[in-house]
């Protein structure tokens, strides 16, 4: 686990390390360019142009055409000058040369306007002198960030270092007053992550991004409810799994049900709870699916009920059945004796009166459902013997063909069908072999859980994603083979 922890926090600093340099050096590029694309130049020179000392149109239209025609920046240049009035016409490739020219002749000698007709046309060509000036002053740039890019790469290992350290030493320092091992992982991150945001903010304060490391600490918050939004089953499984390993409702090797699914507890990591079914099954249940439903832990207590239903005949004794089953209950070994056993009429059915007989046993050592099967099993001797019935539920028999009658003189002369067998004149024995009436048989397999045995043949190694197991608890102290109701 540490392993691998180790190795995530490295990818994960790595990964910061370079967005930070990267996005800080673009970032201040950036801001210096558009700043510098934004300025407009100006206009040098804020005296009035003398033409003459009589100052004529033709004068002003002389001057103004040479002064505009030198500078290069115009194409189908006109200047035109009515009464003081100047009307400029033609195509520039910069809005600022068109400002430019209108500045000029409002400021010329005997001006009374400016109409400034010049459009802005920006020029089409190919060459790559822009680009190459352009990535040539990205690079000069950039190498007055290398500096910061050094500092950065000192102080965020420094600041991860120290976080690690921090984290450690908060996980030491709280092995005795926390028990529950994800607890103790969250609360030292969790005190270890203002040590390294501490670091990221160093950086960009020194970078002169003041601005965006503000931003930064004080979005923190806003980023957090956003992500909760954005991950609710996510935050949700988190803060279930941080509950349940707090609470422990189940341990290790607990024989458990939740939704609708029955095994031994395995593992518990981050994310879901891995059971072991009967039949071999690895199950996996999210953690916030056993917080929000019914669990129930069948290996919590040691001692278990579970009950038989017995159907005998109206002709028979109640009491005398009730006594008979009674002695069985009481006589067999894995039957508790505190609670007592009882054995209640539980229905009146439509061909037999139906008893139920209860009793307790030790769910950590039986199995459940082979001690009920050798309880019915000796209590169906027993009844044998006794002479008591057990009807079978009463039915509709159809006979197509009908039924022949004979009388008991053509009994002899009548020949039964082929295949139908001879019906014996012997009274029946209710003679039970004295197998019948042990504590357990070898069909059965013996009393004791199974659980084990599934174990060592499926084997107890958990799926990939069960890293790091969350649950306390002991295999030999606690363990379970089947539900009782099974």
């Not at 934004?38 to 009589?54: F, K, L, Y």
């Not at 046993?361 to 044998?384: E, H, P």
């Amino acid at each position: 686990m540490l392993r691998s922890d180790l190795h995530s926090w490295r990818k994960a600093m790595r990964g910061i390390l370079y967005v930070l340099i990267l996005g800080t050096m673009l970032g201040n590029v950036v801001l210096d360019s558009s700043a510098r694309a934004q300025e407009a130049p100006s206009v040098e020179g804020t005296q009035t142009i003398a033409v003459s000392e009589r100052t004529e149109d033709a004068d002003i239209e002389r001057r103004l055409t040479g002064i505009l025609a030198s500078a290069g920046w115009y194409r189908s240049l006109a200047v035109e000058v009515k009464e003081g009035i100047v009307y400029l016409d033609g195509a520039t490739a910069s809005g600022n040369h068109r400002d430019w020219a209108g500045s000029l002749a409002a400021k010329t000698e005997g001006v009374v306007a400016v109409v400034n007709r010049i459009e802005v046309q920006p020029e089409f060509t190919l060459s790559l002198t822009p680009v190459i000036d352009e990535l040539g002053r990205f690079g000069r740039e950039a190498l007055t960030y290398v500096p910061l890019a050094l500092l950065a790469l000192l102080v965020l290992p420094l600041a991860w270092l120290l976080a690690r350290l921090v984290s450690a030493l908060a996980r030491r320092l709280l092995r005795k007053r926390v028990a529950s091992p994800f607890l103790r992982q969250v609360l030292a991150r969790a005190i270890a992550l203002p040590v390294l945001l501490l670091g990221i903010y160093l950086i960009l304060q020194v970078a002169g991004l003041t601005g965006l490391a503000f931003s930064v600490v004080g979005g923190a918050g806003m980023i957090g409810i956003v992500v909760s939004f954005a991950f609710r089953d996510i935050a949700e499984n988190f803060l279930a799994t941080l509950i349940m390993s707090i609470r422990q409702p189940f341990r290790r090797g607990d024989w458990i049900t939740v939704a609708e699914h029955s095994g031994i507890v395995q593992s518990m990591n981050a994310r879901s709870t891995v059971l072991l079914s009967a039949e071999g099954n690895h199950i996996q249940i999210p953690n916030a699916t056993i917080f929000k439903t019914i669990v129930i832990n069948y290996s919590t207590s040691p001692g278990l009920r579970t009950s038989v239903d017995i159907g005998i005949g109206y002709d028979d004794s109640v009491t005398h059945a009730q006594t008979l089953i009674h002695q069985v209950l009481t006589a067999h070994e894995a039957i508790i004796a505190h609670p007592e056993p009882m054995v209640l009429v539980d229905a009146l059915g439509a061909s037999t009166v139906n008893l139920k007989a209860y009793f307790w046993f030790d769910g950590q050592t039986i199995a459940g459902v082979k001690l009920r099967s050798a309880v019915l099993r000796q209590i169906k001797n027993t009844l044998t013997e006794a002479g008591i019935s057990m009807p079978d539920e009463a039915r509709e028999i159809i006979f197509p063909q009908g039924v022949p009658v004979v009388s008991p003189s053509e009994v002899s002369a009548v020949e039964p069908p082929q295949g139908v067998a001879t019906p014996s004149t012997t009274a029946p024995s209710n003679v039970v072999p004295a197998s019948d009436n042990a504590d357990v048989t070898s069909a059965e397999g013996g009393l004791e859980t199974e659980r084990r045995a599934i174990e060592q043949s499926i084997g107890t190694t958990t799926p990939p994603e069960g890293r790091t197991d969350l649950l306390g608890g002991n295999d030999s102290t606690r363990s379970h083979d089947e539900p009782p109701h099974q």
